[in-house]
C-alpha cells in the first residue's frame, strides 16, 4: 500500500521582497487567480437568460498582517514602498517538502498599523496588488548526469540520445533481460521502484520477447521533487 498523503502544516511559510524575508508575519494570503465576466446577452438571448464569455485574468491582491516590529527595516519598508511607482518582485515559500514557491510581480497598495487593543499585541496590515501572471514551482532536483542501459556489459542506445528527464527509446535485440545504470551525485535512485546506487547497475530487468517493456527511473534529492525518466525497450522474437 502506498503511503497515504497529508495535510501541510502553514506554520513557517514567508515572504520575500526581492531577495529580503518579511520579517514576524502571522498571516500571507497568496494571490487569487480570476477571470472576468463579459456580458454578451442580446435581444436574443435564449429564455431570457444572461448570456456571458470569459474575460481578462487577473491575479488579485495579496493582505498580510504580523506583528509590528517598529524599529524592523523589512516592515517599515513596505510603508516606505506605497512610494514606489514600479511593481517589484515577490515570492511565497510554503514550508512544504519539496518547497512550494508563488512568484509575482506587485506593489504595496496600502499599509496601515492596526488598532491597539488594551489586551493584545500591537499588529500591522498591508495589501500588495499582484500584477501579471504568477509563477508556482517547486524545488526540482538536479537528476541525472547520465543513464546507460546494457545487455550483458554491452551498451545499448537510448534514442534520442541521454539529455534529462523524459522518455527514451531502446532497442535491445534479441537480448533476454537488461541492466540500468544511472548516475546522479548526492541522490536517491530508483529503477521500477527498487533502490539502485548512483553509478552502479540496476538488477537484471527482464523483456517480454516482440513487446515493450516500460522501466521507470526516478531520481530525488532531498528536500527536493524527484525527476522521472521512462526508457522503452522492445526485444525481438527468438531471444535465448
Excluded: C
Excluded at 35 to 63: N, Y
Excluded at 120 to 145: Q, Y
Excluded at 173 to 179: H, I, Y
Aim: proline share 7%; aromatic share 8%; no cysteine.
Amino acid at each position: 500500500m502506498s503511503e497515504r498523503e497529508v495535510a501541510r502544516k502553514a506554520f513557517g511559510t514567508k515572504l520575500k521582497r526581492g531577495e529580503v524575508y518579511v520579517a514576524r508575519l502571522t498571516n500571507i494570503t497568496p494571490p487569487e487567480l480570476s477571470r472576468d465576466d463579459i456580458d454578451v446577452t442580446d435581444h436574443d438571448s435564449p429564455d431570457g437568460f444572461r448570456e456571458f464569455v470569459p474575460g481578462l485574468k487577473q491575479s488579485g491582491e495579496v493582505p498580510l498582517e504580523g506583528n509590528l516590529i517598529p524599529t524592523d527595516s523589512t516592515q517599515t519598508g513596505l510603508l516606505a514602498a506605497v512610494d514606489i511607482d514600479e511593481p517589484e518582485e515577490w515570492t511565497i515559500e510554503f514550508p512544504t517538502i519539496p518547497k512550494l514557491y508563488i512568484r509575482f510581480f506587485g506593489y504595496v497598495k496600502s499599509f496601515a498599523i492596526a488598532e491597539a487593543p488594551v489586551e493584545g499585541v500591537m499588529k500591522f496590515t498591508a495589501t500588495i496588488k499582484a500584477t501579471g501572471k504568477p509563477i508556482i514551482e517547486t524545488d526540482t532536483s538536479a537528476g541525472l548526469t547520465d543513464l546507460a542501459l546494457k545487455d550483458n556489459g554491452n551498451t545499448i542506445d537510448l534514442k534520442p540520445e541521454f539529455s534529462g528527464p523524459g522518455e527514451y527509446f531502446a532497442d535491445a535485440g534479441e537480448a533476454t533481460s537488461v541492466k540500468v545504470t544511472p548516475t546522479g551525485a548526492s541522490h536517491n535512485i530508483t529503477v521500477n521502484g527498487s533502490t539502485v546506487q548512483s553509478g552502479s547497475p540496476s538488477g537484471a530487468i527482464n523483456l517480454t520477447p516482440d513487446a515493450v517493456t516500460v522501466i521507470a527511473v526516478k531520481a530525488w534529492e532531498e528536500g527536493k521533487a524527484p525527476v522521472t525518466y521512462v526508457i522503452k525497450v522492445y526485444a525481438e522474437e527468438g531471444g535465448v
